[in-house]
């Protein structure tokens, strides 16, 4: 959610300061305790929907575009974003990979 807002953000103001969050915080909350996970997998699947519709349509002015990130205290291009997105997502496929292994799921 906050990856495709921020994007949005990017794309509609000029360098806004984007907010932080504090991710664990977040998942102590009740939604995260009692819904079953594909709710979670659901949403994604439709966000995720949504953002490539809107990644498609950017042009290289648009990449350029830049959001200012409070815990690096710099302007970050969307092109350069997008980057940090892609490895934060790969990192979180490894956490779900490994628990998976280490529980024996299949």
């Known amino acids: 959610?906050?990856?495709?807002?921020?994007?949005?953000?990017?794309?509609?103001?000029?360098?806004?300061?984007?907010?932080?969050?504090?991710?664990?915080?977040?998942?102590?909350?009740?939604?995260?305790?009692?819904l079953p996970a594909n709710i979670s997998i659901t949403l994604l699947h439709a966000l995720h929907t949504r953002w490539h519709e809107l990644l498609k349509s950017l042009d290289r002015e648009d990449w350029n575009r830049a959001v200012i990130h409070p815990d690096h205290n710099r302007e970050i291009t969307l092109w350069n974003l997008l980057g940090m997105y892609s490895w934060h997502g790969r990192h979180h496929i490894a956490h779900i990979t490994t628990a998976r292994e280490n529980h024996g799921w299949k």
């Not at 906050?2 to 102590?28: C, D, H, S």
């Open 1 to 34: 959610l906050n990856a495709y807002m921020r994007f949005k953000l990017g794309l509609t103001e000029q360098a806004p300061v984007i907010k932080t969050y504090e991710e664990k915080e977040w998942a102590k909350l009740k939604d995260s305790e009692v």
